[in-house]
Structures are given as structure tokens and as C-alpha cells.
């Protein structure tokens, strides 16, 4: 009782996004937000990796690199580091890379096994939902964190399906296997993101329920008079902060759609086509915000110049498409395409709880068609559409997503060349911990999974 | 631009007789046969057929020549589950005959008759090395999913090989849910069916009529309840391996395959024994389903090692019209996790072909085999891989498709 009152306080002082900030009640210890992560990095020792071929994470390659580890941090990386009372792990012949970060991941809410009951991850009742968060829907149990871990996963975005024009808050989370409760797998300090979706989704679901919105001129019209509704309520409550009259009642949609209008919360906005995209980016005009990234993207590569021009990620499949008319038009060098453009944002993400496990293969596979067309593209500005990219997206990229000094430790050891299909995560560390070692018997299974059956060795 | 376009659509509209004499030169040749791979082999091509494989091939005269330069050489690949050719565009409302609704029409679906060889799909396949494809309708009205066929991805009019080869079969979660939520009911259910179809007409002319079938369903479903064809049965766990295993062992004369098998590892020796072959997904990992939650990524490896034969595709639920071309980063993935690269190669290619009855003319480079051939600027199960060339019916295919023609259209260089 004492739990939910305070949860209750704690929540009416805090409009959309301040999720960082302790409340203070006058009689009391500062006590910890409502919904705040409570993540602790795993233990870890000081470890330094040597004569590793290095991809930073920011374009760039290191032959015989050493990257050290201390504290959860990069310390630093370059030739012939000194151990200094360090664990070593001889790298010789491996490949050395940041944790890959999924911008688009559906895992917890839409979990193995999937069954009526685990359907958590699209509230399909109005078209505006931008009042759910998903991360109220993560499931910890789900035996996919696990599986992605093993693929080099360090961190991942979980939306909302796109169901809706308005999808909800989305989380961006550490695959901490094992944890007890969402709050212990999100990302600290992360902003919180929302989901919007165009195109046949939405029009679909309600227009096959003979409700608005049934046509993309009835998204954009959804699109448009909710923000006119959020800028009405952000004025009335920065009216209230000044003196000036009431803040109006809470309305959690509201609050979202607030905290992306004042840049707090990190639009993610799933859309297919060019000239969808190109509109959605005049309501963010017309509105004055930022859409940090557009989801799927599948004909991103018609308009790599206004995307780079506006600054907007795009996260997109290696080779998607077909499945539907806005997914037509999907080429095998829409990644390479993006990444071409001066100042651009190519992400590649996974969408898929399969996908996820073996980001690096898309990867692989877009440089490979890049190059195929006449690119020059590296092995080390490909790591960059996995890691620095959708970090960028999301809002971390001082956080993580490239090894440099100071950047938290989520590094992976590959037996080989990670663009390629042979090569496997040998081991996996989080914050400068090892969270998982190929073949070790570290294979983490979920309460879930706990037995079930026979899994001796499985993974 | 343009000039591709209509070296495409010449090339299209070309007929097989034209096949010309060609002599693949010096490449790694996995000959998927007894010679293996041949190191510095020679492909000879005529009349659409292997002719001769080996070293120093001497070039019959007006033979044209094609250097492979040491790069890997191989039989196209054989998408061994796919809807392909049966939507351009899957959903969205677009025609899909991949899907059959309602109870009118099951068994009876008949994939050769909607598969068309003009969707855009096929050259988009085909100049990613996947020359040959088994597809099969998905009826969802009983647990009888319709007739399959083989089809080539040339692009031609003629271009299914084998109609009605097979039948899709529901007997796992699947079954059940299409025989009233249960697999108590749903054995009785098949083994009714079976009953029917033997017994079609007789029972329908009397007016009797079937116990479950309709007499559509039970004349298109009666050659497979003699034994005189292919089901293709959709199962995943260890205990439904198990019952078809009996029941087979019970009904000897009938011939099965498994689609899905995530827990065949489980059953490895049973299944070896038993001669059933199975078609399975190796990045199928996930309890997703609780008929597979053991589903684990070297399945593929452990299947191998006891002896199963087998092949690799996209399981029951992933296979689709569009990415049949990943089934070489499938394999690869099993190779990732155990399975021999021979095995693996072999399971994308002559495993299918084997399965679907048609081993003896297709998935290897050897005499008389018909001449799908590939040539590879890479390791063909390495995902940054590609075809530099690719032949069906010895006739090379361009490596053009709408897709690169919108690659072309966007160039950031245009």
C-alpha cells in the first residue's frame, strides 16, 4: 500500500520523460523514481584483450589491437597495452568489436512461447495508444535475451507494435538473464522513445473495423491533430511552471506526445515507403520536432539525401521484402545506399527474435552488396550501422556503441571475421563483465525453460 | 537501363532449344557425386545436360568457353519449401494463391496449377544461385494442406517439373488445431481420411460419402493413402516424431518426410532407422512453440551425425514467396554450428532433390545430370557470396532482376 501511494506521488511529479531524476518528498530519503532502472552491472576484473583485429564501432579497423577493460569502462585501446595485474585473453586470429545494439526488437513483449497469453506487445484498441509503454510488457523470462546474447547483443530497443498510429513508449534495454523485473534491464539513463507507424498497418486494423484510420490521408489527419493536441497541453503545462494558470489534469497520451514535441522522448517511426516518409517528415515540421529514426525503411535508399539533410537514422533489414506493397520495392543495397549519403545514419535491425541472433551476417551481407555496386565500404564502417548508429538513434552514443576510452566496456570477441557466416561470439561482455562464453557452459535458459526437457548442451 | 531490360526479356522469352555447348573451366567443382569436389574440374554443358565433369576437359568445337578461375562451381541450389510464384506481392491484399480458405478445396490444392513463373520473384532467386524450389499450397481448412510441386526457376512457360509430387500433411499443433483443438482427435481424423481416399470411389458412388473427406479431397488424397506418393508432414516435436515413426512402422507402404522436426535431434537414431526424412530450419532455436521446445541450433549437426537424412529450408510458419534465396545462409549457419560443409552444401541442393524423388537427375554435377549449374565469386554458403553465373537447363541465366533494376535506377553514383 505504502509502495503504491508512493508510486503514485512520484509518478503525478513527473511529467513524460524525467525518468533520471530522484523525487524528494519533504519528510522523507530521497527515494528512487517510479520506473526508474535499477540495472547493476555484473561484477567484472580488469581485462585486456590482445592482438585482436579491432573494428571501433566508428568506421574504424586496428590490426594487432589491444582493447582494456576496468571498472565497466574502455580504458583504452591500442597497440601493445600494458596488462598491469589485467586477466589477458590472447585474441590472436579473432575479431574484437562493441556489442551490437538492435534498434528494433520485440523481445518480452512478444515472447517465446508465442501464445495468446504473450501478445503483450501491441495494444490494438485505438489508433493513439501513445499512452502505454512497452516496457510494461517486457516478459524477463524470455528465452530470447538469451539467444541474443549468444549473437553479441548488448543492448536493445523493444517497441510497441505498429498496429497504431501512436504505439506507445518504447524501452532500450541491457539482456540482463536472470533479471527479476524490467527495471532491472533498462538501460540507465537511457531516454525513453516512442513508436509511430504509417502506412497499411493502421489503416488496416481500423479501417477493416470501419473506424478512422482507414487510408494514409486519415494516418496523416491522426498524425496531425494529436501533436495539435499535445502542443495545446505542453503550452498549458509550461503556462502552469511559469505562474500562469492550472496544469491541466495528467493524461499519460498527452505526456508522450509532450515529452517528443520537447525533444525529451526519441521518435521512432515505422515507415516503408519514400513518399511516406518524406510527408512524415512535414508533420515534423509542421510540429517542430525531431524523428530520430524511421523503422524498416525498406525505400530509404530514394531518399538518402533528405534523410541525411534532416539527420534522421534509418534502421532497415539487409534484404526484407515483398511480404507487402510497402515492402515492394526492398533492394539488397538499401543499407550501403543510406550509408552513402554525407552525414547519414544507416542502422541495421533485426525485428525478428531469429534476426537478432545474427545481426552481423546482415550486415555482412549489405557490405558485400555495396561493394558488388561499386562501393567503398569497409569492414569497419559496416560495424558502425550496428553499434554507433542505432546507439545514435537511441540517444546513447555516449554511452556505448564504440570502443573509446571512457564508453562503457560492452565489447565481443568473434572467432572471425563478423561479417561473415562462420564466425561466432566467443565470448561477451557487458559493462566489463562476461555475460557469456561459447561453449562454457554459460548458456543462460530462462526460468521458462528451466526443465522442461533434455537441453544438456543446447543452446 | 534499358538495354538490360530488353537482354532480359529476350532472354525470357528464349527456349530451352537453343542450349548451347559451354565448358566450365578450371573452377572448384563440388560435384555433390562420388568424385566430390575436383579442385581444378572442368563442366562440360550440352544439350542442357552435364556431358562431362573431371580435368582438362577438351572443348568439343563451337563450345564456348566460361574461365571459372579457380572460383567455386556448383549445382544451383533447391529451395526445398517456398511459396514462391504464387503471390508477387504476399499480402496487403494483393492475390495470394499460396493460401486456400475454406473446406471446399484441401487436399486437392494443387500448387503446379497456380505457380507463375513471371513474378518477380524468380529472377530475384534464381541470380542468388537457387535454380530449383519445392512449393506447396497452405489450405487452412483441414489438416490437409493441398498438393506440391517442383518447379525451376528459369522463368519458362514449362517450368514445373513435378506436379502433384507431393502432399502437405498437418499432424503437429497445427493438426490439431484444424481437427478440433486436439491430437486425440486428429490421428483418428487422419487415419479416416486415409480410409476415405482408399476407398474413394466406391464409398462416395454408394452414397455413403467420406467419414472426412469430401470426394474432392478424397480422390486428390488417395495416391498419397497408397503409398504411391510423398506426404509431407508438418510436425516439430520429439513425441508427435515419435507417434509418425509407429505409424509408420504400422502402415509400411506409405511414405513420409517431415517438414519442421526442431526436436528430431531427440529422436536422431529412431529417425534414422525409420528412413523418414526431415526438412528442417537451423536457426530454429526458440521455444516459440510448445511442440519445439527444444528446439536447438545443431540440430542439423546432430541429425548428420546419426545418420538422418535430410535437408535444410525455412520450417513450417518462415517459409514464404520472397527469401527462398536465403536457404545458403541457412546452411551456412549449420555449418556454424557443427555440420559439415559438405553435408550442409549437399543438404541445400541434392538433399531436396532426393527427397522430392528426383535425385537422379538433379543436385549434382555428374553425367547426365541436367546442367543447373553455378558459379561463385565466393564460398556459396558465406553470406557475403554471390553467383557470377548462373545456369539452369545449361542455359545461362542473366543476373538481373527488378531489383537490380531499382538498384540501378537509385545508384548514389547515377
Redesign the interface.
Known amino acids: 500500500m505504502r509502495l503504491k501511494i508512493w508510486i503514485g506521488l512520484a509518478a503525478a511529479a513527473c511529467l513524460a520523460a524525467c525518468a533520471t531524476t530522484a523525487v524528494e518528498t519533504p519528510d522523507e530519503t530521497p527515494r528512487r523514481e517510479a520506473f526508474a532502472s535499477t540495472y547493476e552491472p555484473a561484477p567484472s576484473t580488469p581485462t585486456l584483450i590482445r592482438n585482436a583485429t579491432v573494428l571501433d564501432g566508428l568506421g574504424g579497423e586496428f590490426a594487432n589491437y589491444d582493447v582494456l577493460m576496468r571498472d565497466g569502462q574502455i580504458v583504452s585501446i591500442g597497440q601493445g597495452l600494458a596488462a598491469d595485474g589485467a586477466t589477458v585473453i590472447d585474441a590472436s586470429g579473432r575479431f574484437v568489436t562493441p556489442g551490437i545494439i538492435d534498434a528494433h526488437s520485440h523481445l518480452g513483449v512478444y515472447p517465446a512461447p508465442s501464445i495468446q497469453a504473450t501478445s503483450d506487445g501491441n495494444e490494438v484498441t485505438q489508433p493513439n495508444t501513445a499512452e502505454v509503454w512497452a516496457e510494461h510488457s517486457v516478459w524477463p523470462q524470455d528465452p530470447g535475451f538469451g539467444r541474443a546474447v549468444a549473437g553479441g547483443i548488448t543492448t536493445l530497443h523493444i517497441l510497441p507494435g505498429s498496429a497504431n498510429l501512436f504505439g506507445g513508449r518504447g524501452v532500450t534495454l541491457r539482456p540482463v538473464l536472470g533479471a527479476r523485473s524490467v527495471l532491472e534491464m533498462k538501460f540507465p539513463g537511457a531516454p525513453q522513445t516512442m513508436k509511430m507507424a504509417c502506412g497499411e498497418n493502421p489503416s488496416r486494423v481500423y479501417g477493416g473495423r470501419n473506424s478512422s484510420p482507414a487510408t494514409g490521408m486519415g494516418n496523416f489527419a491522426g498524425y496531425r491533430q494529436a501533436f495539435a493536441n499535445a502542443a495545446r497541453y505542453a503550452r498549458r503545462v509550461a503556462a502552469a511552471e511559469n505562474g500562469e494558470g492550472d496544469p491541466p489534469d495528467r493524461d499519460l497520451e498527452m505526456e508522450t506526445l509532450a515529452g517528443v514535441l520537447n525533444g525529451d522522448i526519441l521518435l521512432q517511426w515505422h515507415c516503408y515507403r519514400a513518399d511516406e516518409m518524406a510527408l512524415a517528415i512535414d508533420v515534423a515540421h509542421e510540429f517542430d520536432f525531431q524523428i530520430s529514426a524511421f523503422h524498416h525503411a525498406v525505400e530509404a535508399y530514394k531518399i538518402a539525401d533528405l534523410l541525411a539533410e534532416e539527420e534522421i537514422c534509418a534502421a532497415m533489414w539487409a534484404d526484407w521484402w515483398g511480404f507487402k506493397l510497402e515492402a515492394y520495392d526492398g533492394i539488397r543495397e538499401n543499407i550501403p545506399f543510406v550509408d552513402a549519403a554525407e552525414g547519414s545514419c544507416a542502422i541495421v535491425h533485426s525485428d525478428s527474435e531469429v534476426g537478432i541472433q545474427r545481426l552481423n551476417q546482415e550486415a555482412g551481407k549489405a557490405l558485400a552488396d555495396g561493394r558488388r555496386a561499386g562501393l567503398e565500404i569497409s569492414r569497419g564502417q559496416a560495424w558502425r550501422w550496428l553499434s554507433f548508429n542505432p546507439a545514435r538513434a537511441l540517444g546513447i552514443e555516449e554511452e556505448t556503441g564504440s570502443l573509446q576510452p571512457g564508453r562503457r566496456a560492452d565489447v565481443v570477441i568473434w572467432s572471425a571475421d563478423p561479417l561473415t557466416s562462420y564466425a561466432v561470439a566467443e565470448r561477451v561482455f557487458m559493462d566489463g563483465a562476461l555475460i557469456y562464453q561459447r561453449g562454457q557452459g554459460q548458456e543462460h535458459f530462462s526460468d521458462f525453460e528451466l526443465g522442461q526437457t533434455y537441453r544438456e548442451g543446447a543452446q | 537501363m534499358r538495354i538490360l531490360a530488353a537482354l532480359f526479356a529476350s532472354l525470357a522469352l528464349a527456349a530451352p532449344a537453343f542450349a548451347e555447348t559451354v565448358l566450365i573451366r578450371d573452377g572448384r567443382v563440388v560435384t555433390n557425386g562420388a568424385a566430390g569436389v575436383i579442385q581444378n574440374g572442368d563442366v562440360l554443358i550440352v544439350d542442357g545436360r552435364i556431358s562431362a565433369v573431371g580435368e582438362n576437359i577438351t572443348a568439343p568445337r563451337g563450345a564456348r568457353i566460361v574461365e571459372a578461375e579457380g572460383r567455386f562451381v556448383t549445382p544451383g541450389a533447391f529451395a526445398a519449401m517456398s511459396e514462391i510464384g504464387l503471390s508477387?506481392?504476399?499480402?496487403?491484399g494483393?492475390p495470394n494463391d499460396a493460401s486456400v480458405e475454406g473446406s471446399l478445396i484441401s487436399a486437392a490444392a494443387d500448387a503446379g496449377r497456380a505457380f507463375d513463373p513471371s513474378v518477380?520473384?524468380v529472377p530475384?532467386t534464381r541470380l542468388e544461385g537457387v535454380t530449383r524450389a519445392a512449393i506447396a499450397p497452405s489450405a487452412t481448412g483441414t489438416m490437409f494442406g493441398g498438393r506440391g510441386a517442383l518447379v525451376s526457376l528459369s522463368g519458362e512457360a514449362d517450368s514445373v517439373f513435378g506436379e502433384r509430387t507431393f502432399m502437405v500433411v498437418e499432424l503437429g499443433e497445427t493438426g490439431a488445431n484444424r481437427v478440433g483443438g486436439s491430437r486425440a482427435a486428429m490421428w483418428p481424423a487422419f487415419e479416416a481420411a486415409l480410409r476415405d481416399a482408399r476407398e474413394y470411389p466406391a464409398r462416395y458412388r454408394s452414397g455413403q460419402g467420406g467419414a472426412v473427406l469430401n470426394e474432392i479431397d478424397a480422390a486428390a488424397l488417395q495416391p498419397y493413402a497408397r503409398g504411391e506418393g510423398l506426404m509431407l508432414v508438418h510436425l516439430e516435436s520429439a513425441t508427435d516424431i515419435r507417434r509418425l515413426i509407429a505409424f509408420k512402422r504400422a502402415n509400411p507402404r506409405l511414405r513420409f518426410a517431415i517438414h519442421g522436426g526442431a526436436e528430431a535431434w531427440?529422436v536422431a537414431p529412431e529417425l534414422a532407422r525409420s528412413g523418414i526424412p526431415v526438412i528442417i530450419d537451423p536457426?530454429?532455436?526458440?521455444?516459440?512453440?510448445?511442440e519445439r521446445?527444444?528446439a536447438?541450433?545443431?540440430n542439423a549437426a546432430l541429425l548428420h551425425a546419426a545418420g538422418v537424412r535430410f535437408a535444410i529450408a525455412p520450417g513450417p510458419g518462415s517459409v514464404?514467396?520472397?527469401?527462398a534465396?536465403?536457404v545458403l545462409?541457412l546452411a551456412?549457419?549449420a555449418?556454424?554450428n557443427g555440420l559439415p560443409w559438405d553435408a550442409a552444401f549437399a543438404a541445400v541442393t541434392r538433399g531436396p532433390a532426393e527427397i522430392f524423388g528426383v535425385g537422379n537427375r538433379i543436385g549434382r554435377l555428374e553425367r547426365s545430370y541436367v546442367a543447373d549449374v553455378v558459379i561463385w565469386d565466393g564460398?556459396p554458403?558465406?553470406?557475403?557470396?554471390?553467383p557470377t553465373a548462373v545456369f539452369i537447363d545449361g542455359e545461362e541465366q542473366p543476373l538481373v532482376s527488378r531489383?537490380?533494376m531499382?538498384?540501378d535506377r537509385?545508384?548514389?553514383?547515377r
Open positions: 508477387e506481392i504476399s499480402g496487403s494483393a518477380t520473384a530475384v531427440q536457426l530454429n532455436n526458440l521455444p516459440d512453440r510448445f521446445l527444444s536447438r541450433l545443431d514464404d514467396a520472397h527469401q534465396r536465403l545462409q551456412g549457419n555449418v556454424a564460398d554458403l558465406e553470406v557475403q557470396s554471390a531489383q537490380t531499382l538498384r537509385y545508384h548514389p553514383d
